[in-house]
């Protein structure tokens, strides 16, 4: 199993432009996420999905889009770049929607630089 | 909402000696679980323990051990025989839903 995947592992964006964070995950895992990580912040939720076709706001869902049209992918979406959306991207799976003990399988994270 | 405080941004161990890293949490519920995750520098996130809310007993893996106190809302890390692959980001982390600390960055001094 490749566990999670994210790509691209870095990129440099200009204010204004959009694009596309790929994230997927070969486990069969319905509950997927993404966090941002920044300095001194710690890791904080952006948006989180139980399951395809769902997909619910986290801490800091402004800026960003999500869909879940499959089970092992899950996209965000930066609409247009602000320089705030500078950070680390963390996406994350786990196997079960309810309850809080699974244990959550992190990506290797995508450094997003936006000029 | 749930909270997580890490009032240790940085803290130091010699290697082969004990180390004890703090957190305290806010919460209303009774059921909840508690993790304790490490990021090395590659920025991977490990998961280091876990401890379910329930259970009296602390959790312990290998090294790694909880100091788990419910009624002061209280979850420690202690990491015995600190090595140098010790040293890294550790994040305490509440959950549902999964709410991280600010995290305690470790050195271990050889």
């Known amino acids: 199993n490749a566990g999670v995947t994210q790509t691209p592992k870095f990129q440099v964006l200009k204010t204004g432009q959009s694009m596309t964070l790929q994230c997927a995950q070969d486990m069969n895992h319905e509950y997927m996420s993404w966090y941002r990580q920044d300095p001194g912040m710690g890791l904080r939720l952006i948006h989180y999905s139980v399951g395809a076709g769902i997909t619910d706001q986290g801490e800091v869902p402004n800026g960003y889009n999500v869909s879940r049209s499959t089970t092992e992918d899950f996209p965000l979406r930066l609409l247009s770049a602000a320089p705030s959306q500078t950070s680390v991207y963390f996406c994350?799976?786990?196997?079960?929607?309810?309850?809080?003990?699974?244990?959550?399988?992190f990506g290797p994270g995508t450094r997003l630089l936006v000029l | 909402a749930q909270t997580v405080t890490q009032s240790q941004p940085e803290m130091s161990v010699q290697e082969a000696e004990t180390v004890t890293l703090s957190c305290t949490y806010d919460t209303s519920e009774s059921d909840y679980y508690l993790f304790w995750y490490k990021q090395p520098p590659s920025r991977q996130m490990i998961l280091v323990i876990r401890q379910e809310a329930y259970k009296q007993q602390n959790a312990t893996e290998n090294r790694f051990s909880v100091n788990f106190q419910k009624a002061a809302k209280s979850f420690s890390l202690k990491i015995s025989d600190s090595q140098l692959g010790d040293a890294a980001m550790y994040f305490c982390a509440y959950s549902p839903p999964l709410v991280f600390g600010k995290g305690t960055r470790l050195s271990v001094i050889a």
């Open positions: 994350a799976s786990s196997s079960r929607t309810s309850g809080g003990a699974e244990t959550q399988y």
